[in-house]
């Protein structure tokens, strides 16, 4: 009897124990008696992570999911990590929620990062980049699915029947008019083929490319004068050269316009010959006077011999 119950407690204790290994690697595993800091990232979406997955970087695995929580004041999810105590996170390292499969469990991946940051220390929040959902992307590939399938059912056999049916009726009405169409198209490149016609000369004729080739040479050597002129007139040589670059001419030029300006200045002021021949009033009554006398004298000639003519003359210029 006494052995029957030291080995009841032997099994009770034996379970217990596997219990409390159970309980300890669902809470997190052995991650509660590790040491280690504190990491934190703010993400829009987390998916289905959960605490205690595993925390990993290039595939190994440096810590686990500590806390995960909503931030209301942002509309964010904070999630926390316990990192192992020797591992190289930086500060400038990305966390980015993963999945292992489409059925596998999530975990969040955190990159290397610059090797000239600092290392992170408790507390450090990481910056985060956000994956595609996995609902979304399923629900994308389902959406474009049924518009294939939709597709494919708009082309039933009916519906291809009633497009390609008034197109072989076609072909088999005018099967002799497009058989002799080929046969022209094909004779007609046959003789574009041995360089005869318009088209043929053009493309196999030696004698129009050497023209073109002079033609084309001769336009160069224009091109190239062209430039030799232009080098010339910029450089001030030549006639144009000297008008565009020569300040002497623009000097002069200036002059001749002030001096010009100078004199219509007189002029309009009534200063010297011209100006008083165009200003003076009384030089202009007096021309008006001596016309209508000469007009009057004219009008008497025309009555009177030449004796009295000279006589009128003299009176109405004296």
Do not use: W
């Amino acid at each position: 009897m006494k052995n029957s119950l030291e080995t009841r407690l032997g099994f009770f204790v034996a379970l217990v124990i596997i219990a409390a290994v159970v309980i300890v690697e669902t809470l997190g595993g052995l991650e509660l008696f590790q040491s280690g800091y504190h990491v934190s990232a703010l993400f829009n979406s987390v998916q289905d992570l959960k605490v205690g997955d595993s925390v990993k970087m290039a595939g190994v695995e440096i810590g686990k999911v500590d806390q995960i929580a909503l931030e209301s004041t942002n509309n964010k999810v904070c999630v926390t990590m316990k990192i192992h105590t020797d591992e190289p996170v930086k500060t400038d390292s990305q966390a980015t929620v993963k999945f292992t499969g489409l059925m596998g469990q999530n975990y969040i991946d955190i990159g290397f990062g610059s090797m000239a940051a600092p290392r992170a220390v408790d507390g450090t929040m990481l910056a985060t980049v956000e994956q595609p959902d996995l609902n979304a992307v399923m629900a994308r590939l389902n959406d474009a699915a049924t518009g294939i399938e939709n597709f494919g059912r708009s082309f039933s056999g009916q519906s291809i029947q009633d497009l390609v049916g008034p197109l072989m009726d076609f072909v088999k009405q005018n099967s002799g008019n497009l058989g002799g169409t080929i046969t022209n198209i094909e004779n007609i490149t046959a003789q574009i083929a041995s360089g005869q016609g318009t088209v043929g000369k053009i493309i196999y004729d030696q004698t129009l490319y050497n023209s073109a080739l002079d033609t084309v040479s001769n336009l160069q050597s224009d091109v190239a004068q062209a430039r030799v002129i232009i080098s010339g007139i910029t450089n001030g040589q030549g006639t144009i050269g000297k008008l565009m670059t020569d300040d002497t001419l623009y000097n002069s030029t200036t002059a001749s316009m002030t001096n010009l300006d100078q004199i219509l200045l007189k002029i309009n002021g009534g200063q010297g010959t011209v100006g008083k021949l165009v200003n003076d009033q009384d030089f202009y009554r007096n021309a008006k006077l001596s016309l209508q006398k000469l007009d009057t004298m004219a009008d008497s000639l025309e009555d009177e011999g030449p004796l009295s003519v000279l006589g009128i003359l003299a009176n109405n210029l004296f």
